[in-house]
Structure formats: structure tokens, C-alpha cells
């Protein structure tokens, strides 16, 4: 084999790779994608769910056979010699098979012995990975019992058993909290500087920030390749900060600015409104948006990559087509909708909400935020009804949720994380069995439903099977039925997990409109960005809610730096950090 | 309307499209019913069509000769072979070439003449019992035939005691007749348990069973909701097996429709409650298909379809009060051979309301407790 330092670590020329679905269509997974990686470099494949990334991985790890085209992976092509590949490289999926009941040390046991690895190399190799995680005191806790982020580093540890030539990792920071997402990054990092190649695929757009080259994919196309500078320089001299007028919510002015075509994005950041314009700042003087005085500012890869995305004909939500208010409900924006007080949930041994408080107001958008495992979840189920509370009270719209249950839900909506209306039924069939379950009839049933078809555009797939549906559009369909029967409260549970940036941006416009008609709005969410569409928002952990607060309340938590506004992701690790530290002194203090 | 029963309708609706608008689940209610109906109605039959057996003839003479036609004119039994030897009889029975080896004596003709008993001996194979019985069954009457012809035609008295039966309701006791209306039951209920156990488990694991949850269905209406569509569905698998019953297989019925379909109704009731009771505890799918399978299998073998319950071991009779496939098995049979009425059928129609009544507000019950 002759694999000189100048060969690339993988190559693919021309590779198109089609499914077909169970309905017969056949979907384009990859189409003609032409990419190279070098030895000991570090690349990320970025795009939204269902842009073809795992497929790409799969294709290099001889786990499935490109249509078309040649695939390469360290001088050999895995299609013809999947063995060869399998026993140099390494792969960590996007769900890694980590034992539960077995302990950490276990599972580290399992797959070096599977991999052969012996007795002199695994002691080496053990000393290099538990420093690495941080693993080191963990070693007897059950995987199970680890929290996301750590299972995260213990599916890489086992990945890492045997040092693999190429290392491939397939979203391994999603629904991972922001703290252990910069750790794994630094052990990802270390692991290049060793002389590793690695390619990773994310969600996080700021990821592919961290990286020489990026490969952007969205829908089976290739979109962008080069290093990640090339993606941002799109967005030069195009970006730029506003401060939003007296007494206007960021989210409102972010709204308005996103109506203007020449705005090619804007999002809420920091209390200021983040924006990328449609021109490129000239000498002309300063450059005013909405009546503000634009600052301008260093272009970030996402804002390049909004630009690409509008460049090859993706869709920002349009003007014209922008949801539209309704009449709004009655009652006072005073009064209290959720009122949840020392709310408590175990599961044996295992608490999953621990003295959990918060209120929300008529109309308001709270956000609770915090990484997978910590409560989000759980705090909704018992919020919704589903899960009964181990202790503490809980009022929603006023009543308790499990008293007077069936007439308390009247006045919610939920829409589920994971798609859940029936698949096998139509768009049509949905909306009407959910219109009928909230006792609409008549003619205000066909008015309901014919407004939800509208507002959601929904009309051109009534006859459609649901299951069919193109994945933001299930989204749609989840919140139209949620939505017929005018909701007071509606619990969206991540909802925005996994979509594209786009359709990110459209549901918190529609989101913003709900709570301007009065509508109060609990949604749940790993993007910690996202809080700055929120009115308040909670912070939790572990079970435990950490901090609550308008966003900029919450921002105020992280350590003032000149030169650098401070996100709600350097607010959360700060408060994360600072809530560990207070509870190990107190446990040090009970020891002794 | 209530909104309660509005809700419920809704529900129904939904969970008749949900089935029938999937090809699979289409094919899963029709197909299975059709095809088993036929296999078993052709196949599990407790008759005796043919019996391969061998003879060692050691007589040779005219009455041996006279015994044997009748054996072989008799259309079940087929010689096989002709032996001479002894130790020829264990190499057919072990061969299973011959259920039966029937060896007749040197003396045979010669006993006979002088009136004393004569001795044909028959070799059975025992190891299967059932139709080692059935053919020895055959035997003796063909025997008793041979018999009287002799005893009249050699002037001797007729024997003291002769049986003459008359089988009321399956004249020619055709096993078929007792074993096809029993698959109305049998079938139905295999399709029906798994069907609606299956149901909520797939909501379940699909998260709309939550979606469910949060709208103002109260757990008892999701109960009717899941309940009536089923139990529609095992009606007209029931339907199809009993047209099948009279225009393919000639099963004449004798009783009345009100009556069958009102028992049917109450049997579907308590499959339908034991399938809810069932994904009321199980929480995925798989759990669902072991749990009712569980229920299925001994309910099945122990309702008397194939083993009388009266034979059975007294904890078993008692454990079997609560099958419903039993009282539906009874009540099916009896209306369609005899034509029993409601008063009659009283025995079956009280345990299955109860059966139905127990399961259905036993797992609103848990559903409801689940919640809260």
C-alpha cells in the first residue's frame, strides 16, 4: 500500500447515492459529491437533517455502496474491500452502542477486546483516554446513569480503543450541553494534533468554524467546499449589528427587518439583532435598517452560510407569506398560565426534576433550556398531564392538570418532539380527526381547518399521507393540529432540533405572532442561542433549574470580557460551572 | 350529541381509516381468516380416510377371505401388504407402512364352524394413540358386520345386544361439522386479541398515543374508541368464516342469526377487553405481541376445540372459567348444528359479559391510573 503523506486521507469523485423510499419514490441522498480530506487534517461535513451527511460516512465506511462514482479511503475503496477499511479506521455513529448496565470501564473492555486490542496496549491506551475525557473517576458508574455529555466522551473513548489512521464522527455533539460540547471539541482537537485525520458532521454551524475545511451539503447537494473562511468571506462586508428601537422586543425588530428583501437574514443576539444584507456596504456612508443605524461586524460562518443557502435558491420565509395574526384571546396579560411550584419527579432512584419553580404569563414565550437529560422533557410530560408529579404543585391555565384533566386540556396544544400524528393518515384526515377530538364541528370545523391549511401552506399536500411529508413540513402539520382549537398555553417540544436554519427562523416568526395574539408559548430547547426569542427562560440541569430570567437577566450571569458581548452560551456555561463547583464544596463540606 | 360520544365517533372513524387505508393491515384482517378456514376445514378433520394395513393370513380359507374383503371393500381400509412371516409384523409397524397387522390363525375357519369363538389378533401402532383408536373403531364394526352375516347365514341366534345410534345434529358424524363453526371462534379471537393489544402499542410507540393524551379524550372514551372498531373488524372475520362454513364446505345452518350474532357480539366484547387489558400493561409493541400470545396459545388449545375441558386436570377446568373462546366455542356450535336459543345459551352468554364488563373497565382503570 503506498499511502504517502501527500495522498488524501479519503477521497470522493462524483458519488451519488439514491434510496428508495417505502412508497416507492426514490430520494437522492447524495448527488455527484466530489470531496477531499488530506492526512492529519480536520474537516466538517455541515447542513441540515437529511442533507446527506450520515450517508456520506456510511458510504466511507464500506457500510453501504455508492450508485456512482469512486469512493477512496486510505488508498482503498471500501465498497470492494470493507474489512481492510474497518480495521484501520474508527466510527462513532450518530447513536453509539454503549451498554447500559455495564460500567464505564465495562464498556471500554467490550470494544477493546472486540477490537483485539492486548493487555500492554490497553493499559497505555486506557491512561491516554481517561485523561483525555475525564472519565478517570467514573470509571464503576453504569453508562446508563452518565449524563449525555459524558456518554458523548465514553462512546468516543471506545471509538478511540485502537488508534484509527481516520476518525469518524457523526454528529457527536447534538443534544450535548454547551460545556461538554467545548470538551469534546478539545479532545477532538488534541486528537489532530497528534497526527489523527477526523471528519466530523454537524448541525452547529459555529462547529465548522473550528475547522480547515468544510464540505456544506443540503439535500444530497453539495453547496460549499474549502476551508471555512471561503464560506464566511460570502457574507463580508454584508453583516452587522442593530440595536432595536426603545421598547422593542429584539424578536419584534428582528421580525420586521426579516420582512425587508434586502435583508438576506436576521436573528435576535444578545439583545441586538444580528443581520446580513442583501448588498454589500459601499462607501456611501453608514447603513441604516428599519430606521437603525447598522454597525457593522465580523461575518461568522453562518452568516456566509445564509448567504449560500439563498444563493442556490433556498427559501427565507417570505413577506408576503408571513403568518398572520389572529384575533387575539381574551384575559389579562397578568395572569398566571403555568404555575409550577418545587415540582419534583423521580424514577426510583433517579430524579429527573428536582424542586423545580416557575411562572409564566399570558402571552409569554418561555423557553426552558439545557442539554438532553436534564429534565426538559420530563418537567413538559408533567406539565401536559402525562406523567403524573412525585411532589410539588402544578397549575396550568389555572387548574391543576391532573384534577380537572379533561377540560384543562381544552385549552392546550402539544406538539411532541419526535413527529407524532398518524402517518398512514392524510394531511386532511389529521387535521380533521384532531378538529373532531377538540370538539369542533360544522362549519367552525371546515373554518379552522381551512385556516390551518392556509397558514401553515399546507393545501398542496392535503391528500398526502403524512408520513410522507418533507421533514419541516411534518413540523407544520404537528403545529397546525396543535393549534385548531385556539389554544391557550401550546408546549412545543424542540421543536427547531435538527432543522435547517430557514425553517428555524419561520417557526420563531410564528412563534413571535402566537404570543402577540395572547397565546402563551413553553417551548423547549438545546440551541441555547434560540433564548433570545424568549420573553423569560429557565435554565436547567440535572434536574434542577439553575436560573431563570428575561435574556438579558441570564446573560448577566457570564463573566464580563472587553471586547466580546456576552451569548446565552458562555451565560450557560458560567451558570452550569458555578452551580457544579457550589454542589462539590457542599458535598466536601458533608464528607467531612 | 354529548361531546363525549363525539369525541368517540372521531375516534372510531379514525381508527377504521387508519386500518383500512394500510394495504398490510387490509390483507392481515381478510387474507388470514380465508386461507386457515379452508387449510383446517380440509385438513383437521378427526376422520380416518384411509388405513394402511397389513395382513398375515395363516388360515387361507374361505371365511378369512370373507373377512378380508369386507375389510378392504370397506374404503378406509388399504392392504399393504400380504406377510408370512411373524417377525414381517414389527418391521411394517415400525416402518409405519401399516397403522394395524391383522394376523388370523390356522384354526380361524375351523373355530368358527364349530361356533366357538375364533381369535383375529391386531397389531396396533400405539405410538400414535388417536389414530391407532380410530382405526381399531373401524375395525370392530367391520367385524360386527362380519359377525351377524355369519351367525344368520350359519343359522346360528343373533347376538343379545345390538347398538343402534342415531347422532342428532351431525348425522354422519362428519368431524368437520364440529370443527368448522368451531373456527368462527377460534380464528376470530386470534385476530381480534392481537389486533387490538397491537393497537395501542403501536401509539404508544409512535408518541401519538401521548398526542392522544393531551387532547380532552377521557380514558374510558379512548377505551370505546379502540373497542368498537375491533370489535367490527372480528365481526366480519367471524361473517366471512360462516359463509365459508355454509356455501363452500355445505355446513347447514340450523339456528337463528339474532342468536349467534348476539353471542358473537358479547365473545367480541371480551377478546376485545382482554387485547386492551393486555396494552394496558405492555409498553411497546413487542411486549404486547408476547403478552397476548401468552394468552392466546393456552386459550386456544384449552377450549375444547380439540381436547374435551371435562378431561382435564380440575385446576386447569376451573382457570378456564375465564376463557371466552370456550363459551364462544359452545355457543357457535350450538347454534349453528342445534339451533339453541338465548335461554339455552344462557351458561355462555353470562360468563362472556362478564369477561367483557371485567376487562374493559379493568384496563379504563389502569389506563386512567397510569395518568394520575
Not at chain 1, 174 to 201: A, F, H, N
Not at chain 1, 480 to 494: G, K, Q, Y
Not at chain 2, 25 to 46: D, E, K, T, V
Request: overall charge neutral; aromatic content about 8%.
Amino acid at each position: 500500500m503506498t499511502t504517502s503523506a501527500s495522498s488524501p486521507a479519503l477521497r470522493l469523485d462524483g458519488v451519488s447515492k439514491s434510496f428508495r423510499r417505502e412508497t416507492g419514490e426514490s430520494v437522492l441522498a447524495l448527488d455527484n459529491i466530489s470531496f477531499s480530506l488530506d492526512q492529519g487534517g480536520l474537516a466538517a461535513l455541515v447542513g441540515p437533517d437529511g442533507a446527506g451527511k450520515t450517508t456520506l460516512i456510511r458510504l466511507l465506511t464500506g457500510l453501504m455502496k455508492a450508485d456512482r462514482g469512486v469512493v477512496s479511503v486510505l488508498g482503498i475503496d471500501p465498497a470492494k474491500n470493507p474489512q481492510a477499511i474497518q480495521s484501520r479506521i474508527s466510527y462513532m455513529p450518530q447513536r453509539f452502542g454503549l451498554y447500559d448496565d455495564l460500567t464505564v470501564r465495562e464498556n471500554l473492555d467490550l470494544y477493546a477486546d472486540m477490537h483485539g486490542v492486548t493487555a500492554d496496549d490497553k493499559r497505555t491506551q486506557y491512561a491516554r483516554l481517561m485523561e483525555m475525557t475525564g472519565l478517570e473517576s467514573f470509571q464503576k458508574r453504569l453508562a446508563g446513569k452518565l449524563s449525555g455529555g459524558m456518554k458523548q466522551k465514553l462512546g468516543l473513548a471506545c471509538t478511540l480503543v485502537r488508534s484509527p489512521e481516520l476518525l469518524l464522527l457523526d454528529e457527536p455533539t447534538v443534544g450535548v450541553d454547551p460545556l461538554s460540547r467545548r470538551e469534546l471539541w478539545e479532545i477532538i482537537r488534541s486528537l489532530v494534533k497528534e497526527g489523527m485525520t477526523v471528519l466530523i458532521s454537524s448541525s452547529f454551524l459555529d462547529e465548522a468554524e473550528a475547522c480547515e475545511r468544510v464540505l456544506v451539503l443540503d439535500e444530497g447537494k453539495k453547496l460549499a467546499e474549502g476551508p471555512p473562511a471561503d464560506v464566511s468571506s460570502l457574507a463580508l462586508s454584508r453583516t452587522y449589528v442593530l440595536q432595536p428601537p426603545d421598547g422593542m422586543k429584539p424578536r419584534d425588530f428582528q421580525a420586521r427587518l426579516l420582512a425587508d428583501p434586502d435583508v438576506v437574514d436576521a436573528v435576535p443576539e444578545s439583545g441586538h439583532v444580528r443581520l446580513v444584507s442583501q448588498a454589500v456596504s459601499g462607501r456611501s456612508g453608514p447603513a441604516y435598517f428599519g430606521g437603525v443605524l447598522a454597525q457593522p461586524t465580523a461575518a461568522r460562518f453562518e452568516d456566509g452560510f445564509m448567504v449560500l443557502l439563498q444563493q442556490t435558491g433556498g427559501a427565507k420565509p417570505n413577506p408576503s407569506e408571513e403568518p398572520q395574526p389572529e384575533e387575539a384571546l381574551g384575559g389579562s396579560r397578568d395572569d398566571s398560565m403555568v404555575e409550577v411550584h418545587d415540582l419534583d419527579r423521580r424514577f426510583g432512584k433517579f430524579v429527573a426534576v428536582d424542586h423545580a419553580s416557575f411562572n409564566v404569563k399570558r402571552g409569554e414565550i418561555f423557553g426552558l433550556l439545557g442539554p438532553n437529560g436534564a429534565g426538559k422533557t420530563t418537567t413538559f410530560r408533567m406539565l401536559c398531564g402525562l406523567l403524573p408529579p412525585s411532589g410539588g404543585s402544578l397549575k396550568v391555565a389555572g387548574v391543576d392538570v391532573r384534577q380537572a384533566s379533561a377540560s384543562a386540556r381544552q385549552h392546550l396544544g402539544y406538539v411532541a418532539q419526535r413527529f407524532s400524528l398518524y402517518g398512514q393518515l392524510s394531511v386532511g384526515e389529521n387535521l380533521a380527526f384532531f378538529a373532531r377530538a377538540y370538539g369542533l364541528r360544522g362549519k367552525k370545523k371546515s373554518e379552522r381547518i381551512a385556516w390551518a391549511l392556509n397558514q401553515f401552506k399546507l393545501e398542496p399536500f392535503v391528500r398526502l399521507p403524512s408520513a410522507q411529508l418533507p421533514g419541516g413540513f411534518k413540523q407544520r402539520l404537528a403545529m397546525a393540529a396543535s393549534l385548531l382549537h385556539r389554544p391557550e398555553i401550546l408546549f412545543l417540544d424542540e421543536p427547531t432540533s435538527g432543522a435547517d436554519p430557514f425553517a428555524r427562523r419561520e417557526f420563531w416568526q410564528r412563534i413571535t405572532v402566537l404570543a402577540a395574539g395572547g397565546v402563551t408559548v413553553i417551548v423547549t430547547t438545546h440551541f441555547m442561542a434560540e433564548a433570545e426569542y424568549c420573553d423569560r427562560a429557565a435554565i436547567l440541569d440535572n434536574g434542577k433549574v439553575l436560573a431563570q430570567g428575561t435574556p438579558a437577566e441570564l446573560r448577566a450571569h457570564a463573566p464580563a470580557e472587553a471586547g466580546h458581548i456576552a451569548t446565552m452560551e458562555d451565560a450557560f456555561i458560567a451558570i452550569v460551572v458555578d452551580a457544579r463547583s457550589k454542589e462539590a464544596a457542599e458535598h466536601g463540606e458533608r464528607e467531612s | 350529541m354529548s361531546p363525549s360520544l363525539f369525541r368517540i365517533l372521531a375516534l372510531i372513524q379514525k381508527e377504521f381509516l387508519a386500518v383500512l387505508k394500510d394495504p398490510r393491515s387490509r390483507f392481515i384482517i381478510f387474507l388470514p381468516p380465508i386461507l386457515q378456514s379452508m387449510i383446517f376445514g380440509y385438513a383437521a378433520s378427526f376422520d380416518l380416510n384411509t388405513v394402511p394395513y397389513a395382513v398375515l393370513n395363516q388360515s387361507n380359507s374361505t371365511a378369512s377371505a370373507d373377512l378380508l374383503s369386507r375389510l378392504d371393500g370397506s374404503g378406509v381400509f388399504r392392504r399393504q401388504a400380504d406377510l408370512e412371516r411373524t417377525k414381517d409384523i414389527s418391521t411394517w409397524i415400525d416402518s409405519s407402512r401399516a397403522i394395524l397387522v391383522v394376523r388370523i390363525d390356522q384354526d380361524f375357519e375351523r373355530r368358527l364352524v364349530a361356533g366357538g369363538p375364533a381369535t383375529v389378533e391386531v397389531i396396533a401402532d400405539g405410538r400414535n394413540s388417536n389414530t391407532a383408536g380410530t382405526a381399531l373403531g373401524y375395525l370392530g364394526s367391520v367385524v360386527d358386520g362380519f359377525n351377524a352375516d355369519w351367525r344368520s347365514g350359519h343359522s346360528q341366534p343373533g347376538p343379545p345386544l345390538r347398538i343402534v345410534t342415531r347422532a342428532w345434529y351431525n348425522p354422519n358424524l362428519d368431524s368437520r361439522w364440529s370443527m368448522i363453526p368451531s373456527l368462527v371462534g377460534t380464528l376470530t379471537m386470534m385476530g381480534t386479541l392481537m389486533l387490538t393489544a397491537l393497537s395501542v402499542a403501536r401509539e404508544r410507540e409512535q408518541g401519538t398515543f401521548d398526542q392522544l393524551l393531551v387532547t380532552p379524550f377521557r380514558p374510558y372514551e379512548i377505551m370505546v374508541g379502540k373497542a368498537v372498531p375491533n370489535m367490527v373488524i372480528g365481526l366480519t372475520q367471524s361473517t366471512t368464516i360462516l359463509l365459508i362454513a355454509q356455501f363452500w364446505f355445505h355446513i347447514p345452518f340450523v339456528g337463528s342469526f339474532v342468536v349467534l350474532y348476539a353471542g358473537l357480539g358479547l365473545f367480541l366484547m371480551a377478546a376485545v377487553g382482554l387485547g386492551l387489558f393486555v396494552s394496558s400493561i405492555a409498553m411497546t409493541m413487542q411486549q404486547a405481541m408476547l403478552y397476548a400470545f401468552l394468552l392466546v396459545m393456552p386459550f386456544a388449545l384449552l377450549s375444547g376445540l380439540t381436547t374435551p375441558i371435562s378431561s382435564m386436570p380440575e385446576f386447569l377446568q376451573s382457570a378456564m372459567v375465564i376463557n371466552p373462546l370456550r363459551y364462544a366455542l359452545d355457543l357457535t356450535k350450538r347454534v349453528y348444528l342445534e339451533d339453541a336459543g338465548f335461554a339455552q345459551l344462557l351458561p355462555d352468554f353470562l360468563p362472556l359479559t362478564i369477561i367483557g364488563l371485567v376487562t374493559l373497565s379493568g384496563s379504563a382503570w389502569l389506563f386512567s391510573r397510569r395518568l394520575a
